[in-house]
């Protein structure tokens, strides 16, 4: 059966939705010790899409080969990614294999040096993560970006 992309954009739209759902839902759990390096760590490795969300005047990328770990302490979950010469952790819930992350990112904007926390939302469906946010470069000037992770575990 041939699925077209109008079908495809509302079954991820539909996906998003529960993900952020599930997310707001089980913000208020406990928080247990923090994952111990290498603890419970699953390597993966895939693309980060970026998506112009704003008005800036730069391009979408191509997506950007990456790879990542994850490690897990209860409810507390961390993601490191690696790829295009950048690094990013993020630190969150997991419920279920549904997930909440913040980062922390770094930026400039008008000539100003800038730290910021966007929020993840993503899962792990069997072999394969999947997690997208919004990066807020420099939202005065409308550099705003959705990033769209898909991993798989090496």
Same mark, same amino acid.
């Given at each position: ?14 996906v ?5 759902i599930?997310?707001l ?14 603890s419970?760590?699953i390597?993966?490795?895939? @693309?980060?899409?970026?998506? *112009? !969300? /704003? #008005?800036c005047?730069?391009?979408? &990328?191509?997506?950007? %080969?990456? @790879?990542?770990?994850t490690? *897990? !302490? /209860? #409810?507390t979950?961390?993601?490191? &990614?690696?790829?295009? %010469? ?5 630190n969150g819930?997991? #419920? ?13 904007c008008n ?36 990033e ?7």
């Amino acid at each position: 059966m041939k699925i077209n992309n109008n079908m495809k954009n509302i079954a991820l739209n539909c996906v998003k939705l529960l993900i952020l759902i599930a997310a707001l839902w089980g913000c208020g759990g406990g928080n247990d010790a923090a994952p111990k390096p290498n603890s419970n760590e699953i390597q993966w490795t895939g @693309t980060k899409k970026i998506i *112009q !969300a /704003g #008005n800036c005047n730069t391009l979408d &990328t191509l997506p950007i %080969n990456l @790879t990542a770990s994850t490690a *897990q !302490a /209860g #409810n507390t979950f961390i993601i490191k &990614t690696i790829g295009n %010469n950048a690094y990013h952790t993020f630190n969150g819930n997991i #419920n279920n294999d549904l997930f909440t992350v913040v980062g922390t990112f770094y930026g400039n904007c008008n000539g100003e040096n800038r730290t910021y926390y966007p929020v993840f939302y993503g899962s792990i469906v069997g072999e394969n993560l999947y997690m997208s946010g919004v990066d807020t470069v420099c939202p005065s000037y409308g550099c705003i970006f959705r990033e769209v992770f898909e991993l798989r575990k090496k």
